[in-house]
């Protein structure tokens, strides 16, 4: 068994519920989407969703796309900790689609920007937008 699928069977009823519906969903959802989607199935303030999305991310299955503001399911096996990852987005501003990218190029360029600037990252997230291919068509 991955370490993800322990860590998925670790979950409270809330954080299950939000991470099936991020990872049942095409496009990334706000918090408040997520508030309203679930309300029904027992939330009801905003830091419900809050916490449930934290562990979520602590766990490494979720991410925040920083410029919407908006949460998405990981889209990788093997997906570590948020908090030591570098990750790539592609986010179509037509049909609002999110692809996620894990790059080794970019993970030794980070790695040599800190050893080199003496900075060390708690994460790296770097956001394309513009138009996919299925939209260009």
Known sequence: MSTKSKRSKELTKKQTLVMDLLKNNKVPLSA???LDKLHNFGFRAPLQVYRALDKLIELGLVHRLETLNAFVACQHKNCESNYKKT???????????????VNTGLIKLVKFLENDGKFKTSRTVVEFKGVCSACTE
């Open 32 to 34: 408040y989407d997520i």
């Open 87 to 101: 990750t790539m987005f592609t986010i179509c501003e037509m049909c609002g689609n999110v692809h996620e990218f």
